[in-house]
């Protein structure tokens, strides 16, 4: 380790990363700290790679299960799961995919990665504590935080339980629980809930909100809720966790539904996902001058802090919580930081996807965010009952809907829920980005048999209307 450099950046998950690589590539000097197993963040290690691979073998069990609506008579239905192989699997491409960004940052010559922690002593040098080796203090002219968040652990009595684990733990399981209470029905818990009903565990789901996935739009979260009900899935919404107890085998979980009825329900594993919070503690920010609360590191618009020269990004300064946010944060703030004209990411232009089954794609602006921006907008629907290649894949239960601003007719938001939504979302975030209008959407070529052809048919159904 040096002992003074241009940019230290604390955190190698994707905000910390991308901003690193990029100062390193345009010749500042950097040293990256990364205190987790590899480089990769929340996302390689315990979010949205390890989860989507579960969630790639429940896809393929559920599709060998429903063979014979395909006509395919296998030899035996009695499909076996090797969790041992599905784990191994999980783990080869997780250290593959951290070597790889070790090794495309080690061919940076003023790029430094040190993995350990790092603190700050005041507001430009840091103290750099290596898993391997002494500690050294370090100065550097600025800095960026990028270290994510962490699962919070709401006061339910009982919630220090061994049994209640949180999405980390889930992934890394060595068996496939019998019952999986899941705690939380954002995101995590509805992609997970669902992972392990179709691995074969009996899910119940509880939220304290009146639906799943609160900011959502209302109506497609609707439609996944009676889905995952019709499945199988035990889905209370409006519901209070009252408390945790030991069984010796298990947990009681206690829990008062909308109604204010009394359950009790044993489970072999509980799931904790009722969200998480920005990870700030053991950084030392108590030394600068870095304002943060509940939400997260507070920062301009151009991602500086309270403390001029110090910078953050990521999950640690709130929502959007995402790792393809962060990173579009990250290049955004290596332009500026350089000096170059640089257009921060916005909100109203991000795009995501929640891997339930079916995918649920959001882009852009949901209709209780324009209603709040005093948007006069209208929605184009498509139901893909009709759609032809819905009804080849044998998934015809989806809906499309796009917001569209009246008189301009430019597209603002769009929202599907469908098998193939994750692929379908990134040009409806291209178009809301170009500010594609509708007759544009409708006159577009869309190639037959594909989901894309929903854009076009929602469009020509809203401008005859
Ligand atoms: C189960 C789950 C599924 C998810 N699925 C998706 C998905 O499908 N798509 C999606 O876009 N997002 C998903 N996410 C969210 C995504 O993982 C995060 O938004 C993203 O990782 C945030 O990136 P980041 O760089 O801000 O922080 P992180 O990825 O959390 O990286 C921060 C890094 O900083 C390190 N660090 C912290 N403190 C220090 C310190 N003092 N010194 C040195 N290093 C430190 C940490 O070890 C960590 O590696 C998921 C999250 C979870 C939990």
């Not at 882009?363 to 324009?370: D, I, K, R, V």
Request: aromatic share 6%; proline share 6%; charged share 20%.
């Amino acid at each position: 380790m040096n002992t003074e450099y241009d940019f230290l950046v604390i955190g190698g998950g994707p905000g910390g990363t991308p901003v690193a690589m990029a100062l390193a590539r345009a010749g500042r000097s950097v040293l990256l700290v990364e205190n987790g197993p590899g480089l990769g963040g929340t996302c390689l290690f315990e979010g949205c790679i390890p989860s989507k691979i579960l969630r790639e073998s429940a896809r393929r069990l559920r599709e060998i299960r429903e063979a014979a609506r395909f006509g395919l008579c296998l030899p035996s239905l009695d499909s076996r799961i090797d969790w041992y192989a599905i784990q191994q699997r999980k783990r080869h491409i997780l250290k593959q995919r951290s070597e790889a960004a070790i090794a495309r940052a080690g061919a940076l010559p003023k790029l430094e990665l040190v993995f350990g922690h790092a603190a700050f002593r005041d507001a430009r040098r840091a103290l750099v504590t290596p898993g391997e080796g002494e500690p050294a203090e370090i100065g550097f002219g600025r800095a960026v935080i990028a270290t994510g968040s962490a699962p919070t652990r709401p006061p339910i009595p009982g919630v220090d339980h061994h049994r209640v684990i949180d999405s980390e733990t889930l992934l890394d399981i060595d068996h496939i629980p019998e019952r999986l209470i899941v705690i939380g029905g954002g995101p995590i818990g509805v992609e997970l809930g669902q992972i392990f009903h179709t691995f074969g565990s009996q899910v119940t789901l509880l939220e304290a909100a009146p639906r799943i996935l609160g900011p959502v739009d209302a109506e497609l979260a609707g439609r996944l809720e009676a889905r995952m009900r019709d499945d199988g899935i035990e889905l209370f919404t409006g519901c209070r966790v009252e408390r945790i107890d030991n069984t010796g085998g298990g947990v009681f979980v206690s829990y008062q539904d909308a109604d204010g009825q009394a359950w009790h329900r044993f489970s072999e594993q509980v799931l904790l996902v009722t969200g998480r919070h920005p990870r700030v503690e053991g950084l030392g920010l108590e030394h600068t001058g870095v304002r943060h609360g509940p939400h997260g590191i507070e920062v301009d618009e151009h991602l500086q802090t309270s403390e001029p020269g110090l910078y953050a990004l990521g999950d640690v300064v709130g929502a959007p919580a995402f790792a393809h946010w962060a990173g579009a944060q990250a290049l955004s703030l290596a332009r500026h930081l350089l000096g170059r004209p640089a257009a921060f990411p916005r909100p109203r232009y991000n795009s995501a996807v929640i891997f339930s089954e079916p995918e649920l794609g959001i882009a852009g602006l949901t209709e209780s965010q324009a209603r709040e921006a005093g948007i006069d907008y209208a929605v184009a629907r498509y139901d893909f009952a009709g759609d032809a290649r819905a009804q080849i894949a044998g998934r015809a239960d989806g809906l499309l809907k796009i917001l569209y601003e009246q008189g301009s007719h430019r597209v603002i938001g769009v929202h599907a829920l469908v098998e193939g939504a994750d692929d379908l979302i990134g040009e409806a975030a291209l178009a809301i980005h170009a500010g594609v209008t509708l007759e544009a959407l409708a006159s577009s070529i869309h190639p037959h048999p594909t989901l894309t052809e929903s854009f076009a048919q929602a469009a020509r159904a809203a401008l005859a209307g």
